[in-house]
């Protein structure tokens, strides 16, 4: 590196010189570290491996003349250079990004790229919405990210998809665009074998006597479920906290408890899994799904179209929900044939 007459330093050839010794690919990576704050998750991210990450943002480094990360503790941090660097980035990789956009849009839907980024408890809906818009577009390229909610927030923020899925947001926000697309019930789920199970018309008092399964803190189905509690002034007992849907259905037929899920996770089971839905009152509760964006961020074409067919594939989950409702009841059904001839 060179000094300039006020004691800054610039690179030999400027503009050329990184043109010709530095990548995208590097720029990309270097990225992903600052934003996760780590090697490895950006190297996950990204499909690589981890001694390629490091590899990449070494040549950068030697290029650049400077450290560009630290390391803290566990984590890595970007030093000043770092910091500049990621700034550009930043700028670089978005305009590229609105070029993209502005490409897909003349291609019109022929071809074109979709990135959605889904919370976990949205996996069962999204594949199924998504599988049918590539029947239907088939040379669109799609991407399918699923995380938890704070790193979906991570993600809108940093623009790193076309749209999200996500459940009720907590509180709204001028910058956020959130459009409601598809029901979400969540119903009171028991092992077949569960008393209640061919109750009708449970008073919601009645679950205070259950060992209550949840999810872990911070999940949307969790604060739904305690402020229904709430309102019906029940302290409820709860057993235990888990981090999915299949650890809690495995515990329910253990026989640990009961739960609340959203039926979309229960699909599956209504045509016989063990598992049953208790007929309680206040329940289900009503949520939605909904579709997610950047308010100030243009969409392109093909994410514009996405969020259309998804609005209007509601109907269709409405059917499917309605037939795993049925087949429960089926279920609840022959317990109570089987009860009355014992």
Not at 314 to 326: F, K
Request: glycine share 8%.
């Amino acid at each position: 590196m060179a000094n300039t007459d006020d004691g800054r330093h610039t690179l030999p050839g400027g503009a050329d010189y990184l043109i010709r010794h530095a990548t995208l690919r590097q720029l990309q990576l270097l990225e992903a570290i600052v934003r996760l704050g780590s090697f490895t998750r950006a190297a996950e991210e990204l499909f690589l491996t981890q001694p390629t990450v490091s590899m990449q943002i070494k040549k950068l480094s030697e290029t650049l003349g400077t450290p560009l990360f630290r390391h803290v503790g566990r984590s890595v941090e970007p030093t000043d250079a770092g910091r500049e660097v990621y700034a550009a980035c930043r700028e670089i990789l978005g305009t590229l990004t609105d070029l993209e956009v502005k490409l897909s849009d003349l291609k019109g839907l022929k071809r074109g790229r979709l990135r959605l980024g889904v919370v976990t408890t949205a996996k069962y809906v999204a594949p199924e919405i998504l599988g049918a818009f590539c029947r239907q577009y088939p040379g669109i390229e799609v991407s399918l990210g699923v995380t938890n909610r704070e790193h979906i927030l991570e993600r809108l923020m940093a623009h790193d998809d076309d749209l999200y899925v996500a459940g009720q947001p907590r509180e709204s926000s001028e910058q956020i665009e959130s459009i409601p697309f598809a029901p979400n019930p969540l119903v009171v789920v028991a092992r077949v074998d569960h008393p209640l199970a061919t109750e009708r018309d449970v008073p919601v008092e009645r679950l205070a006597e259950e060992n209550l399964i949840l999810r872990e803190p911070g999940s949307g189905i969790r604060d739904a479920v305690l402020r229904r509690f709430k309102e019906a002034g029940i302290e409820p007992r709860v057993r235990m906290q888990l981090g999915s849907n299949e650890a809690i259905k495995h515990a329910i037929v253990g026989g640990l408890g009961i739960s609340v899920l959203s039926l979309h996770s229960l699909r599956l089971e209504s045509s016989g899994g063990g598992l049953v839905l208790l007929d309680v009152q206040g329940f289900p509760i009503m949520r939605r799904w909904h579709l997610v964006h950047w308010r100030g961020r243009e969409l392109s074409l093909v994410a514009r179209t996405f969020l259309e067919f998804a609005i209007g594939y509601e109907p269709e989950i409405q059917v499917r929900l309605g037939n795993a409702r049925a087949a429960f009841e089926q279920v609840r059904a022959g317990l109570r044939q089987r009860e009355a001839k014992a």
